[in-house]
């Protein structure tokens, strides 16, 4: 039987934040993650209506569960991410395998 798709039951918010902090996460030289929880130095700031991540964008419409507290406590609750967001942030071994299903939506290609 093929794995359930969202099995923790997130809502469409928290799964863009989770992929955008899972994009924040990877290495950006393309070398095997690291185990264990990965630290997410510092949220992007913004660039006009979007903000850069590695090699892709985030449109801000996409991101603003990057400010909101509920989706932060969620995705504690879950055990996706831990730390005192926005502070403080890890993305957790399960927040990192957690697939989300909407990375292709949230990360875009740029050319700028």
Same mark, same amino acid.
């Given at each position: 039987?093929?794995?359930?798709? /969202?099995?923790?039951?997130? /809502?469409?918010?928290?799964?863009?934040t989770l992929a955008i902090l899972q994009a924040l996460a990877a290495p950006e030289d393309? &070398?095997?993650?690291?185990?264990?929880?990965?630290?997410?130095?510092?949220?992007?700031?913004?660039?006009? /209506?979007?903000?850069?991540?590695?090699?892709?964008?985030?449109?801000? %419409?996409?991101?603003? $569960?990057?400010?909101?507290? %509920?989706?932060?406590?969620?995705?504690?609750?879950? $055990?996706?991410?831990? $730390?005192?967001?926005?502070? %403080?942030?890890?993305?957790?071994?399960?927040?990192? &395998?957690?697939?989300?299903?909407?990375?292709?939506?949230?990360?875009h290609s740029h050319d700028h």
């Open positions: 039987m093929p794995p359930k798709r /969202n099995p923790l039951k997130l /809502n469409a918010l928290q799964l863009k393309g &070398a095997a993650a690291p185990e264990g929880d990965r630290p997410i130095p510092r949220l992007p700031p913004a660039h006009g /209506n979007h903000f850069h991540v590695g090699e892709h964008i985030v449109m801000g %419409s996409d991101a603003t $569960g990057l400010h909101n507290p %509920s989706v932060w406590a969620a995705l504690i609750r879950k $055990g996706l991410i831990g $730390g005192e967001p926005p502070v %403080s942030l890890t993305l957790t071994p399960a927040g990192a &395998a957690y697939n989300t299903g909407v990375a292709d939506k949230v990360l």
